[in-house]
């Protein structure tokens, strides 16, 4: 997540967040303009119809990334909100790609879908990272009643119960708190959370600080701070994350795929090589294990381009994964097929979640103005 996370959003997008996938944004007047210019091209291209007046910007059509799929929520505090679709919008999205005349199909399907030069069809995946249990309860039936094929990301840790979820325990830990006591690097330091304005400035700290030091470490100090203030890091990986049997159900339904999400969650080029095949390989296995099926995907932690690259694309490979997803903004291409480890996805963000939104993506065009 940060990327995704806090990504969550716009990690997706362009960049928004790319602290959300897992990692702090570099700044917020950066992230702002980001997200500005993400909106500008979104609402520009929603206005012109670009989908159908330019249709090879969109190339051979898009994955999807998305994160929690459930009803919208009210509290004001909300640091995830661009994390969280609703199955509404969910529907929405499908019957927009559908309408752009983009063909559902599993993720592990696309490399041969798109080597073939016979088939000129352009192809939606839609795939959810982290195995929230949301995903069962509110995404599956809206895919189950279009017969769309999705994939699930799964990450050891959380389904084992043995790894928190730095994003979800900060927002708990923020909401409550009206003030928390952290080592930021200088011994431990008090920061103020009483006003929406301090949580939130406290929340882009905590990203920071994941991004800045070893993560596991970053982890253990959040979920301390969350444990002083009453907040159970664990309990909330419990509350919001499938366990193991819930997995088996859902792994009956042909519709649905599991793919490796690590099993810590960390960010990949952080870590050595020892982890960092660990982490691949220990996923791969695990989910053999919860689905009873091989994992045939793999999608990095956060995703963008510093949590991504040469190195841990060969360890994907190397683990005998045929495809692997980033969330670096794109669209798909025919030059995809030349790093099928490195594939881009367009996040299906939250504070998005409108039908013309899904169409001005599926056209390339708020990607091609946010990279230009
Ligand atoms: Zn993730």
Redesign the pocket.
Known sequence: ?PE?HVAAGSASLPSARRAA?GLPAPSFLRERLKYAIIRAGLEASALFRTHALLPGLGGRGVIFTLHHVAPAERRRFRPNAGLTVTPGFLEQAVLAARECGLVPVHLHELPALLADPADRRRFVVFTL??GYRDNAAFAAPVFRRHAVPYTIFLTGGFVERQRTIWWETAAALLERASAIILDFGAGPERVETATLAQKRAAFARLEALVGAIDEDEAVARIDQAARRAGVDPMAIVDQLVMGESEIRALAEDPLAHFGA?TLS?VNLRRVGAERLRCEVEGSARAVARYAGRRARSFAY?YGWARAAGAREAQAVREAGFPVAVTTRPGVLSADCLRQPALLPRVSLNGHFQAKRHVKALISGLPLALARG
């Open positions: 997540m995704s996938s990272d982290d999400h969650h932690p």
